[in-house]
């Protein structure tokens, strides 16, 4: 399944609102059994189930007889320590294999009953949290709901079944490698943070991935995956009261955890000056990364970094655009802040052109960094940004599966009602917040500064043939 | 550029629009020649607008495989009215994306906005295509980046066993056959402006484009913005119909070495004869997603569920919405494990192959393209490409609403028949890019 480190977006919150999240909020949230109601904000409604703590979030949207349900779990690799790194994401991929009702056996497994309906379907995992989803014809919500309300508990999680799925997980970790980037920021993540687990990716380091034990995988889901550490989507077209009955036959056998989930209380310590890693191996084009230590995507700042990195990169118009790519020294720059629960690192990744080098790129990064920092932005450049970031929020909207993606990212990040107050701030942001923030956070003394230098292949060997 | 993600394709089948009835809700109309299709969705706020003008890479002139991409390259990088940085200032302000992409055998034409800036992104549009500066400068900077560009794709095992795959299966001068990046790059290095020009004259005109525009949007005001931006314009040319693929004397097992990679992409397969309407064409599709589509099919179940070999495997028919394309299957392998993989492939492939399809296997694929025929029916952009595909493959927009019962009509005896005929696996190209082992 599906791993993401994505390095250039910006995985916010939806606020445009659609006419029906205009009017929700004004109307009552129906009062469903066995369900205290929390709140409604926009459109959508938040429900604890009553015996065991299982967060509902309901958004009903009737234009097409399609449903989205989606199930995170707040568990991430950053969970993980020396030893299980990756064990999230391979965990994610043996939830797959079988549970004690629905399995390839009986010919009702997940993927058996959601590729004979027809239904669009992943799972995936990453620094905070871990997903499993399905968007359906909405006759067969109960259907798909009951398999993935079976393997939250009734997991088979069998040795004979990690073995094969290791080296499944092992060619992901492969295939991950083979791009320079992601070796890079690979890199970069853990010169960062050495005591906070961002340190390591999700896909984990590969001999754990190789190593770890089927007793530790299966700990950590008795752990972590319980009905009072996840939450529950419903976003399309189901009637609240009647999706809320299947949740609650479902789900609702289940007790809460029992133990308290644990909680990641390691805080990076302060960075006390500049940090470089290189990576070399056979390749192209060179890279630069930079990245700077940035807030959690709960924080206030937040709004004001995802401006300043549109201004610095999104378009012609922007910054290293007009320094880098148009004077033919780049392919391509990107600069975004990361939206985790933790605090985590502001971005820029530039792709060097043939003939430039990796210091002449990284100077010319750092110069515009320091004329912004000094001089500001424009109100006009805010304002584009800031029309650029409230245009894709919409764009997110496209669809249940769209919102459903968002919306993962701000429970992961620890706040849903993220999807709409991330574009109100946004829209409020102006050009000395976008100053402020880049002196606060765009401080070298808190940064690591990456190259990847490709090591230039001898000419290629005519390849061998057999007709 | 060529640059496909054919993996994707394993998960995404037939990507059917947002409404069950899409040939009686749109609304196709002939504006100045241009092929026009509006089509209202319940989504808030957003239009997709996706178009293609036959413009693409096998129109570049024999002497210059670059041209196209050159032209389809200017078209963003000013106007004789506004310059590049004018033309971003606008879009950006309003948060719309426009972009421009050659592929194969057209231009692309994908665009987003709000429905209040659809007028001001469809004048963008004409502006772009209509009225390229050709400034000499920004071309000199293009054939830069072009070259930057493919230098970094050199490194992408992936791109490099489809690449070497389409020079294998398709002869010289099918528009689906590329050229090798270093004759590619040599055409940048000595392509003129007046070459470039030349070609934007011949092939940029509305009689070859169809524009697709789906979502919160009014077909009359669509209809009448059109009107206005392409007023006066005029040219552009059906291109010859090409003769099918032929056989080609390639080696069958090839290999393209990569120092340092972790992961070999395997591409395997051969050119079918088979245009996407062809009798026997659905056919070969539903069988081949029997195969390798999603995590039932064979390929996933046994090769990687199984077997443990691969992250990723797939079957797939591609490349034949314009011309007779081709079947394939993309694995990854890690180097190691790479003979293993290539083996337990091919034990899937020859029992396909040599048995067909089971009647429950068949069943499963119809309930299956019933429902995503349902679920796909999303977003504005997975409507308007499928809109824009079908018209591209010469099909009447009813073939998107009668999908699924075409899909439930076809027997057992009719898939496996088109996989008999039109497939030898004996005659299929295996090409492996990575670190292979014993190969350097």
């Known amino acids: 399944m599906k791993l993401l480190r994505l390095l250039s ?27 205290t109601y929390v709140k409604t904000v926009g459109a959508i409604s938040e429900y604890t ?58 010919g009702n497994s997940v993927k058996q009953f959601l590729e004979t309906v027809g239904g669009n379907y992943n799972a995936t995992t990453y620094l905070d949290r871990t997903n499993y989803y399905a968007q359906i014809g909405n006759e067969h919500l109960a259907g798909y709901m009951a398999i993935e309300a079976d393997r939250m508990r009734n997991l088979w999680l069998r040795e004979d079944d990690r073995r094969p799925e290791m080296t499944v997980v092992r060619n992901e970790f492969e295939i991950g490698e083979n791009d320079p980037t992601q070796a890079l920021d690979k890199e970069i993540f853990a010169a960062a943070f050495q005591a906070h687990p961002y340190h390591h990716s999700t896909i984990g380091w590969r001999s754990d991935i190789e190593k770890v034990p089927i007793e530790k995988l299966r700990a950590f889901y008795d752990t972590f995956y319980w009905p009072d550490n996840a939450t529950v989507s ?196 102006t050009a000395a917040d976008v100053q402020r923030v880049a002196n606060k956070y765009l401080d070298i003394n808190q940064s690591v500064t990456g190259w990847f230098i490709p090591i230039v292949a001898a000419p290629e060997p005519t390849a061998p043939a057999a007709k | 550029m060529k640059r496909v993600s054919y993996f994707l394709l394993t998960f995404c089948g037939l990507a059917i629009g947002a409404h069950a009835q899409v040939a009686k809700n749109a609304v196709r109309s002939s504006i100045n020649g241009i092929d026009l299709v509006v089509l209202k969705t319940g989504v808030q706020e957003v239009v997709t607008i996706r178009g293609s003008l036959a413009a693409g890479d096998s129109l570049s002139p024999d002497t210059n495989p670059a041209i196209a991409d050159l032209a389809g390259g200017m078209l963003d990088k000013g106007t004789t009215t506004h310059d ?137 005001i669509a209809q009448s913005e059109i009107t206005k931006g392409f007023a006066g314009w005029t040219g552009g040319e059906v291109p010859p119909h090409p003769a099918k693929a032929g056989g080609v004397d390639a080696p069958r097992d090839q290999t393209v070495f990569m120092a340092d990679k972790t992961n070999v992409s395997v591409t395997w397969g051969q050119a079918t004869g088979l245009r996407y309407g062809d009798p026997d064409a659905l056919a070969l599709r539903i069988g081949t997603a029997v195969l390798g589509y999603g995590f039932t099919g064979r390929l996933m179940a046994n090769v990687r569920d199984k077997e443990g070999l691969t992250y990723g495997i797939y079957s797939t028919v591609a490349n034949d919405t314009f011309v007779d394309g081709d079947w394939r299957i993309g694995a990854n392998f890690a180097p190691q494990l790479l003979e293993k993989g290539i083996e337990s492939t091919k034990r899937q492939l020859t029992s396909w192959y040599k048995d067909g399809v089971t009647d429950a296997e068949l069943a499963q694929r119809k309930t299956e393209r019933a429902g995503s025929y349902k679920v796909g029916l999303s977003t504005t952009g997975g409507m308007a490409g499928t809109i824009l595909t079908t018209l591209n493959r010469d099909l009447d927009l009813t073939f998107i609403d009668e999908y699924p019962a075409r899909v439930n009509a076809l027997t057992k005896e009719q898939v496996n028949g088109a996989i008999k005929k039109h497939l030898d696996p004996e005659k299929m190209v295996l090409v492996k890019a990575g670190t292979v082992t014993g190969a350097k």
Request: aromatic fraction near 8%.
């Open chain 1, 9 to 35: 977006a910006f995985l916010a919150s939806v606020f445009l609102l659609a006419p029906a999240a205009l009017r929700a909020a004004d109307v009552p949230a129906p009062k469903l059994d066995g369900f």
């Open chain 1, 49 to 106: 189930l009553d015996s065991n703590g299982l967060t509902m979030l309901v958004l009903p949207e009737h234009s097409a007889p399609v449903v989205t349900f989606m199930v995170t779990y707040r568990v991430g690799s950053r969970n993980e320590v020396t030893g299980t790194t990756g064990a999230t994401h391979l965990l994610e991929h043996l939830m797959f294999k079988g549970s004690t009702n629905f399995n390839d056996k009986q």
């Open chain 1, 234 to 429: 419903i976003i399309g077209d189901f009637e609240p009261a009647a999706a809320a009955a299947l949740v609650k036959k479902y789900y609702g056998t289940y007790p809460r955890a029992p133990k308290p989930i644990p909680q990641v209380y390691t805080e990076e310590p302060e960075q006390s000056g500049p940090r470089r890693v290189i990576v070399q191996r056979a390749g192209e084009l060179g890279v630069v990364g930079l990245s700077y230590k940035s807030p959690a995507g709960t924080h206030p700042d937040l709004p004001a970094l995802n401006v300043l990195g549109n201004i610095l990169s999104a378009g012609k118009t922007s910054r290293f655009y007009r320094s880098l790519t148009d004077k033919n020294l780049t392919t391509s720059v990107d600069a975004s802040a990361g939206y985790f629960h933790d605090p985590s690192l502001f971005q820029i990744y530039a792709n060097l052109a043939p003939g430039a080098t990796h210091d002449q790129v990284e100077k010319i990064i750092i110069a515009e960094v320091d004329r912004l920092k000094k001089d500001g932005v424009t109100a006009a450049e805010v304002a584009t940004a800031v029309g650029k970031l409230v245009a894709a929020e919409a764009y997110k909207r496209d669809g249940a599966f769209a919102v459903a993606g968002a919306l993962n990212e701000d429970i992961a990040a620890g706040d849903w009602t993220l999807y709409y107050s991330i574009g109100d701030a946004t829209k409020k942001v």
């Open chain 2, 84 to 220: 590049k940085f004018a033309i971003s200032q606008m879009i950006g302000d309003v948060g719309a994306n426009i972009s421009f992409h050659t592929s194969e055998s057209t231009l692309d034409i994908n665009g987003r906005c709000l429905r209040k800036d659809l007028p001001l992104v469809l004048s963008l549009i004409a502006e772009q295509l209509r009225s390229p500066a050709f400034s000499p400068e920004e071309f000199a900077k293009l054939k830069k980046q072009i070259a930057g560009m493919m230098q970094r794709q050199m490194e992408d095992t992936d791109f490099r066993s489809n690449d070497a795959f389409v020079r294998s299966v398709y002869p010289i001068g099918h528009p689906n056959h590329s050229p090798a990046v270093p004759e590619f790059l040599a055409g940048v290095q000595k392509a003129t402006l007046d070459e470039v020009k030349a070609f934007h004259k011949k092939y940029y005109g509305p009689v070859t484009l169809r524009l697709v525009l789906v979502g919160d949007i009014d077909p009359a």
